[in-house]
């Protein structure tokens, strides 16, 4: 079973959420697996992670909506360096700072929200050697800081709640509400949670630009 990139739901919020003393560890094993189920599902149903991460990723120059525009699934919060060889195994080439840009601008964006594309100047400078995206596998580097500059309050209701429900629904006997599949991917049973959680999830789907 894969695990999640972020921690929606943890064991103390989710004990706290069922008013479980700190010293009761009890069933500590059991909550922290379902907290980890729930966290997992939460990426599944958006499609991305939504937690902050802190590297580098590589990308295929192929998947450029345009020249001159890139569009990070996951999200930024900031771009360190911006690296484009000109094609498949090519030599990497630091695009100079001042030639790209995060867009949406951050007056543009929700509160709270990262950008999603880098697009690239209309003025390079000289020294650019790619004012372009080119075409390639594996040939657009980024590090910076992706996702979001933190897990939004609404996500973590959702995971708390949904695993304050899972626990009752183990507790009065309806193990099939949360587990796995034969493949490994999480299952929980859609009516068992309630139209408006899902809704705050539809928030967070990864659409394409358009």
């Known amino acids: ?9 943890t064991l103390a919020d989710a004990k706290l959420r069922l008013g479980f003393g700190t010293a009761t560890t009890t069933d500590d094993t059991l909550l922290q697996d379902l907290c980890d189920q729930v966290n997992g599902w939460v990426e599944a149903s958006t499609g991305r992670p ?9 990308f295929d120059g192929y998947d450029a909506l345009d020249q001159g525009t890139f569009q990070v699934r996951r999200g930024i919060v900031s771009l360190d360096t911006l690296e484009i060889a000109g094609q498949t195994g090519g030599t990497f080439s630091t695009i100079p700072a001042g030639d790209y840009f995060l867009s949406p601008a951050s007056g543009s964006r929700e509160p709270g929200w990262p950008a999603f594309r880098v697009v ?84 967070f789907k990864f659409k394409l630009a358009p």
């Not at 079973?1 to 739901?9: D, E, F, I, L, P």
């Not at 939504?50 to 590589?58: E, F, L, R």
């Not at 979001?148 to 006997?173: C, F, M, N, Y």
């Open 1 to 9: 079973m894969a695990t999640a990139t972020g921690t929606y739901a």
């Open 50 to 58: 939504i937690a902050p991460y802190a590297g580098t990723y590589t």
């Open 120 to 203: 690239l100047t209309d003025a390079p400078v000289a020294s650019n050697p790619y004012p372009y995206f080119p075409s390639g596998y594996q040939n657009v580097r980024m590090a910076g800081t992706f996702g979001w500059s933190a897990i939004p309050d609404e996500l973590v209701d959702v995971a708390l709640t949904v695993t304050q429900r899972a626990w009752h629904a183990r507790q009065a006997g309806e193990p099939d509400v949360i587990g796995t599949s034969e493949y490994g991917a999480i299952v929980i049973d859609r009516d068992k949670v309630p139209g408006r959680l899902w809704g705050i999830l539809s928030r």
